[in-house]
């Protein structure tokens, strides 16, 4: 039986999540999974014991310059007895039924092992990954920019500055809504330090949030989970604040995703990445096409069909709607791995098209590779 968790479920569903994540107790006080907000939790229950789990998390992506609602998948665990039974299809129909009832028009998750997930219609699209660097590799050239530690009170510019940068990329979170309902008090406490940079008074034009760690020597480490700015001088006086930790932590760990343009301002190409998460992408509704913003220079009206259907994609203006149409049966073909991939412009037409996810005619091609040309970036982990 496929039903929501309820309040009485709580010690099956943390021995069951226990089993498949290992013991992690959060901190503070406990809080039942059921009571906590932005999520919808659905379980498999056999002879009255949970078996299964998926967590829903309600969150907003920024593709195209506009916010998609995204169903952010967590939490997926099937008992060790019951893996390949069939559970995880009508785990996933049910919760995913019920976010596109909220308005999602897209979902994304971190997959452990992607083939399982892509037979649900999940292909990976990027990867959060961490990435070590020898500190004093951060100490880069370029005008002085001032500096300052971040204050409760710098925490809606800070937020502002995120926002600007994730606006101009595919797939950041919004860090908006209900899953996300940090005060600004615990964002500033979350970490050892925010800087920020203030060309004029008043004015942030970046930030970077960072957690000392323990120790120093070779073993110690300094955690960055935010490295954003504006302008090339203001991220290099970040990159230089950073460096300043080099004689007590030899490397720093930052975390990131694709080719971030801090990278490039680097000296060297010293770098690995210790750690990556893959970012699986579904869509959800044909819908999610027109949610997105695209260039508006580009002006179109390209026929596909997916799961069976005709549509048309109409776009004049930056903006586009799309509707069910008779198309030729040559047309443009595309698989649900297909759709995730051009929706993220994580693969060009000719990507999909040697992976199997897109048949059919070619003429629209270039068209397609143009809408969506923009890096795709992730920061948050769920």
């Given at each position: 039986?496929?039903?929501?968790?309820?309040?009485?479920d709580?010690?099956?569903?943390?021995?069951?999540?226990?089993?498949?994540?290992?013991?992690?107790?959060?901190?503070?006080?406990?809080?039942?999974?059921?009571?906590?907000?932005?999520?919808?939790?659905?379980?498999?229950?056999?002879?009255?014991?949970?078996?299964?789990?998926?967590?829903?998390?309600?969150?907003?992506?920024?593709?195209?310059?506009?916010?998609?609602?995204?169903?952010?998948?967590?939490?997926?665990?099937?008992?060790?007895?019951?893996?390949?039974?069939?559970?995880?299809?009508?785990?996933?129909?049910?919760?995913?039924?019920?976010?596109?009832?909220?308005?999602?028009?897209?979902?994304?998750?971190?997959?452990?092992?992607?083939?399982?997930?892509?037979?649900?219609?999940?292909?990976?699209?990027?990867?959060?990954?961490?990435?070590?660097?020898?500190?004093?590799?951060?100490?880069?050239?370029?005008?002085?920019?001032?500096?300052?530690?971040?204050?409760?009170?710098?925490?809606?510019?800070?937020?502002a500055?995120?926002?600007?940068?994730?606006?101009?990329?595919?797939?950041?979170?919004?860090?908006?809504?209900?899953s996300?309902?940090?005060?600004?008090?615990?964002?500033?406490?979350?970490?050892?330090?925010?800087?920020?940079?203030?060309?004029?008074?008043?004015?942030?034009?970046?930030?970077?949030?960072?957690?000392?760690?323990?120790?120093?020597?070779?073993?110690?480490?300094?955690?960055?989970?935010?490295?954003?700015?504006?302008?090339?001088?203001?991220?290099?006086?970040?990159?230089?604040?950073?460096?300043?930790h080099?004689?007590?932590?030899?490397?720093?760990?930052?975390?990131?995703?694709?080719?971030?343009?801090?990278?490039?301002?680097?000296?060297?190409?010293?770098?690995?990445?210790?750690?990556?998460?893959?970012?699986?992408?579904?869509?959800?509704?044909?819908a999610?096409?027109?949610?997105?913003?695209?260039?508006?220079?580009?002006?179109?009206?390209?026929?596909?069909?997916?799961?069976?259907a005709?549509?048309?994609?109409?776009?004049?203006?930056?903006?586009?709607?799309?509707?069910?149409?008779?198309?030729?049966d040559?047309?443009?073909?595309?698989?649900?791995?297909?759709?995730?991939?051009?929706?993220?412009?994580?693969q060009?037409?000719?990507?999909?098209?040697l992976?199997?996810?897109?048949?059919?005619?070619?003429?629209?091609?270039?068209?397609?590779?143009?809408?969506?040309?923009?890096?795709?970036?992730?920061?948050?982990?769920?």
């Open positions: 039986m496929i039903r929501h968790l309820a309040r009485d709580e010690e099956q569903a943390t021995r069951l999540w226990s089993e498949a994540f290992g013991e992690d107790p959060p901190p503070g006080p406990p809080v039942n999974p059921v009571d906590r907000p932005g999520r919808r939790i659905h379980v498999a229950e056999l002879d009255g014991r949970l078996v299964g789990s998926v967590i829903d998390r309600e969150y907003d992506s920024w593709f195209g310059g506009r916010q998609v609602p995204t169903a952010g998948i967590a939490g997926v665990t099937v008992a060790v007895e019951q893996r390949g039974a069939g559970l995880l299809r009508p785990l996933f129909d049910a919760c995913l039924t019920e976010a596109r009832e909220r308005g999602a028009l897209v979902s994304t998750m971190f997959p452990t092992a992607a083939g399982i997930y892509r037979r649900l219609g999940y292909e990976v699209v990027g990867s959060l990954d961490d990435l070590e660097v020898p500190t004093a590799e951060l100490d880069v050239a370029g005008d002085a920019v001032p500096l300052r530690r971040a204050t409760v009170d710098d925490v809606p510019a800070i937020r500055v995120h926002a600007r940068w994730a606006a101009q990329q595919h797939g950041p979170l919004t860090r908006t809504g209900p996300f309902p940090a005060t600004d008090a615990e964002l500033v406490n979350e970490f050892s330090g925010i800087t920020v940079t203030e060309p004029a008074p008043g004015h942030v034009s970046g930030y970077v949030s960072w957690k000392r760690g323990t120790g120093y020597g070779e073993s110690a480490r300094l955690r960055v989970a935010d490295l954003i700015a504006d302008d090339r001088h203001s991220l290099a006086a970040l990159l230089r604040s950073l460096a300043g080099a004689s007590v932590a030899p490397f720093t760990v930052i975390r990131t995703s694709g080719l971030e343009p801090w990278r490039l301002l680097l000296r060297s190409n010293a770098g690995r990445v210790v750690h990556r998460d893959p970012y699986g992408l579904a869509v959800l509704d044909v999610a096409l027109a949610a997105v913003g695209y260039p508006t220079a580009i002006e179109a009206e390209l026929p596909f069909r997916w799961r069976g005709g549509h048309v994609l109409t776009v004049s203006g930056g903006s586009a709607h799309v509707a069910p149409a008779t198309v030729p040559d047309a443009r073909t595309v698989t649900d791995a297909g759709l995730a991939m051009a929706f993220a412009g994580a060009s037409s000719a990507g999909q098209r992976l199997g996810h897109l048949t059919g005619s070619g003429a629209d091609d270039a068209t397609w590779d143009a809408l969506v040309s923009r890096p795709f970036h992730v920061r948050d982990y769920f």
